[in-house]
């Protein structure tokens, strides 16, 4: 035991001599002005630049993949919108065919109510004063009446000023529109003049070569059309006279009640009007109608009415909300002053013990030689 303590002391001497001389290095390359590199690392920034520029190279080959899939993926939804339209397309210009080849509207059932030429092929009740079917019994016409003179020579006085103001306007449009052409024509005139005297040479020359061609081709068209009138007329006469001869032996002029009903239902071109039953049976229905428009009214003022109910309740519950969430933001704004003034007594004593007790002490020079004295 007693070998052992002095050699321990030796190695514990010589190990303490050891960092005392890798301390003096150390302090000699750190205070050492020249060789000193503080806070850079040049191998380690190397091998970050490196990897860096690996993981850039990586990003962009995976950018390039992408945008490459996504470019392909574009050309494909492009073709598959582009073969929808086309099937779109398609099956509405067969839709479109069909129903223009099979469906048109003089085959449907109701063509004959929504006939838009069916006014031209009925003939009014009334067409002129002198129609001689205005019998005193139609109730279409009465001798000395005028219920309309009022407003006939309101709407004449109207219509004279109206023309007036449009003559008027018409008047000066014109006259502006005379001046215009009188300038344009000033401006033009020697042009134009020179080009209608080359134009009438041109014209003198082939006019006489028109004027034959011309005459023969009128003296043909002549003949063919005395010959196509009279062919016109002959077979515009066998058509009148069997018109005529339809109209008489027809269902029209005879009044059969048997005409009015065709093949699609009722004809409203031959429809002579309805019997006192239909009548009845048409007002019944209205009547129906009119109790079951009244029913449905009260039932919308119930409705509404007990909406107007709800949005007051609704009202008057968030109204006492509203004023007890009020009155819980004044309590918590109360307790929050107390809390902040205490707070701000306490940093106000801190400050004044801070200022008074712990900062009283002025630095010297021993202080700050006591830094930087060592490589730790």
Not at 68 to 84: F, I, V, Y
Not at 194 to 208: N, V
Not at 234 to 242: E, F, L, R, T, V
Not at 343 to 363: C, D, T, V
Request: charged fraction near 40%; aromatic fraction near 6%; proline fraction near 2%.
């Amino acid at each position: 035991m007693s070998g052992l303590g002095p050699q321990r002391e030796l190695e514990e001497a010589a190990a303490l001599e050891r960092r005392r001389r890798r301390e003096l290095l150390r302090r000699g390359r750190i205070f050492n002005a020249r060789i000193r590199t503080i806070g850079i690392d040049k191998d380690a920034l190397d091998a970050q630049v490196k990897e860096r520029k690996i993981q850039e190279a990586a990003e962009k080959a995976e950018h390039e993949r992408f945008a490459h899939h996504m470019k392909k993926n574009d050309k494909l939804m492009c073709l598959l919108e582009e073969r929808q339209k086309n099937e779109i397309r398609d099956i509405n210009r067969a839709l479109t065919e069909f129903h223009k080849n099979f469906q048109g509207p003089e085959t449907r059932r109701e063509f004959d109510l929504n006939d838009p030429q069916a006014l031209k092929k009925d003939r009014p009740a009334r067409v002129s004063d002198d129609d001689p079917r205005c019998t005193v019994s139609g109730m279409q016409k009465f001798v000395g009446e005028d219920l309309n003179h009022d407003q006939r020579m309101k709407f004449q006085k109207e219509q004279i000023r109206e023309w007036s103001l449009q003559q008027q306007k018409d008047l000066k449009n014109a006259l502006a529109d005379q001046k215009l052409a009188d300038d344009l024509y000033d401006k033009f005139r020697i042009e134009l003049d020179r080009k209608i005297m080359e134009e009438q040479r041109k014209e003198e020359e082939s006019r006489r070569a028109v004027c034959t061609a011309t005459k023969n081709f009128n003296k043909i068209q002549v003949a063919e059309l005395d010959h196509k009138n009279e062919l016109e007329k002959a077979q515009k006469m066998k058509d009148d006279m069997y018109e005529i001869t339809c109209l008489l032996r027809g269902d029209f002029l005879s009044e059969n009640p048997d005409q009015a009903i065709g093949p699609g239902g009722v004809l409203v071109d031959r429809w002579k009007g309805m019997n006192q039953e239909q009548l009845m049976a048409i007002r019944e229905f209205q009547k129906e109608q009119v109790l079951e428009k009244q029913r449905a009214r009260e039932q919308e003022r119930r409705r509404d009415a007990e909406w107007d109910r709800q949005r007051v309740q609704a009202a008057r519950t968030q109204l006492l909300w509203e004023r007890h969430q009020q009155r819980q933001d004044q309590v918590q704004r109360r307790d929050l002053d107390a809390v902040n003034a205490g707070l701000s007594q306490e940093q106000r004593a801190k400050n004044i013990y801070l200022k008074e007790e712990e900062y009283s002490n002025i630095p010297t020079e021993e202080f700050y030689a006591q830094f930087n004295t060592t490589t730790r």
